[in-house]
């Protein structure tokens, strides 16, 4: 089974950014998205967020 949601770590290997940078667009997603503090950010929707192709980042957060 893969992963569905997204986490701060991915985001920091996936674009190279700091802890914070990470968390702060997770926070930032979230807003976006109407979500609640406790609910997550799918990786979708970060790939929707970010431009980002869904195939490349399932990729490289499935390889590790």
């Not at 985001?11 to 700091?18: A, E, P, Y």
């Not at 609640?36 to 490289?60: A, D, N, R």
Request: glycine share 4%; aromatic share 10%.
């Amino acid at each position: 089974m893969e992963r569905q949601a997204i986490y701060t770590k991915d985001i920091q290997v996936l674009l190279g950014r700091s802890e914070r940078y990470a968390r702060n667009l997770i926070h930032k997603m979230k807003v976006k998205f109407n979500k609640e503090p406790h609910q997550y950010i799918t990786i979708e929707e970060f790939c929707e967020y970010t431009g980002l192709s869904f195939e490349k980042v399932t990729q490289l957060i499935n390889k590790r």
